[in-house]
């Protein structure tokens, strides 16, 4: 990577909450030095944001990607995760490094291809799950000599909900029921197995709190690629309040709106209201063998939104826009390899170095 003594230009796709969010994180970084924020929509707002600009971008248009891409030191995509196709195309023309959020597996089996033989950094996934989870979960797994199990669990939940789903939207509702649509992958007897949506369905409580987890597609990242043959038991669900699956269970199968996202999703957009209020649970639960024998290590926390820049952001926009910033913090420091990088190749003790990563997750 060419560094530049005053810092990096990040281009951002997409003004949404996450988006936005990436940009506010940013200002008060010293690796960055300007933040360009690309959308379709006019008027974002920016104020407060002395790094930050906007400008016009239809990523429809493959000259407008390109235009927007060459002007920038790194790329970040916040764009709904069907985009960055072309987004992270526009990037591997042009030689730029290449960020993202996305839990869809074929985007991301996609952009592995488009960085073979890269001379730029390639790592989607980035944010909270996938992500943040699978930097601590792989420097748990690696802290011990042999692993049993590991389990990733993570929410982002309502603080108070009063309708039958336990839920209200707090980030893309395209990329929800994404999740909840895909084949998942997970580790048994050391072999990689695929997983049903919303399939395995538990119990787990947490600070006396119940939570019910199920299989989602996306949050494993590469994990079971990675430790296929050297763990036991790995596996990814999402954490919801008890009764929410059983209710997207009859909407996406018994009603079979799975074949559907487009028109479920508006569905979601019109009727399920956005909250501010909300919760993010992560938990992370290793066993293993270490010197002194069988051992369990664990990272339990729940996370909450906070002001920066004057700006209130909610639990899962400063959980995810941490995740991707302390990313690009090691990248700006020269730390990722060119290519395809996976979350598990940065240690939870790089992550926690950096500024957000410290601040937000953190203990």
Known sequence: ?????????????????????????????????????????????????????????????????????????????????????????????????????????????????????????????????????????GSLMSSLQKVRQCELRVGALPLHASNQMKYYLSWSTAGLINEYCQIGEALHCCRRLPTLPLDGVERITIDGAEYEAFNTSGGVATMCETFEGRVGELSYKTLRYPGHRDLMKFLLQDLNLG????????????????????????????????????????????????????????????TTAAGVVAVLEIFAKGCLSKGFVKQESISMGEFMGTQWGKRVYGT
């Open 259 to 318: 074949t559907k996202q487009e028109l479920l999703t508006q569905i979601f957009d019109q009727e399920v209201p956005l909250t501010d209020s909300d919760v993010v649970v992560f938990y992370v639960s290793v066993v293993g063998q270490d010197a002194g024998g069988l051992v369990q290590r664990s990272f339990v926390k729940k996370m909450r939104g906070d002001k920066v820049e004057g700006r209130r952001l909610n639990a899962i926009q400063l």
């Open 1 to 137: 990577m060419k560094k530049r003594a005053q810092g990096l230009q990040i281009g951002i796709v997409g003004a949404g909450k996450i988006g936005g969010t990436i940009a506010t994180l940013l200002e008060s970084c010293d690796f960055c030095r300007s933040v360009i924020v690309g959308d379709s929509r006019r008027n974002i707002d920016l104020k407060g944001l002395k790094k930050a600009r906007a400008v016009l971008l239809d990523v429809k248009g493959a000259a407008a990607v390109s235009c927007f891409v060459d002007g920038c030191d790194a790329i970040v995509s916040a764009a709904p995760y069907y985009l960055n196709r072309r987004i992270a195309t526009a990037c591997a023309r042009a030689g730029i490094s290449y960020f993202d959020l996305t839990e869809d597996v074929e985007t991301t089996a996609f952009i592995r291809k488009l960085a073979e033989d890269s001379e730029a950094t390639f790592m989607p996934q980035c944010g909270l799950a996938p992500g943040a989870i699978n930097i601590i979960g």
